[in-house]
């Protein structure tokens, strides 16, 4: 049986007209049955491979943002380290300030009427 390509229209008109009807019913219920069958698992192949790809891509979008965050949130604590260690350090000064001998000297003289003694002495406890 020849047939033709020029389309599917030279096909079926050919084939009505050499072939008997038993024969293109057979044909046609065979291709049919075949294209379904081989539709349904390409398909099913290809929907598994769509939710494949779009999950890896869910979680490599997910991990990558998780990363970024936890970027952030790294110069975020590092900020805060610097903040800290220079409000220490101001701290540190403040008090050393405030423990010099001669700011407590000049406050009790000044304020609070205090004087200086003419001779310290020391008692050391020896037995």
Known sequence: MVK???????EKSFEAKHSSPTDSAFHSRRRKKEK?????????????????????GMFITFRNGLAARQ????????QSVATLEKENARLHLDIASLKSPERIRSIAVGKLGMILPPQVYFADKKR
């Open 36 to 56: 379904i069958q081989l539709n349904t698992k390409w398909r099913a192949r290809c929907l598994f491979l769509v939710i494949l790809i779009s999950a890896m």
């Open 71 to 78: 970027g952030y949130d790294l110069v975020k604590a590092k």
């Open 4 to 10: 033709y390509t020029y389309g599917n229209l030279a």
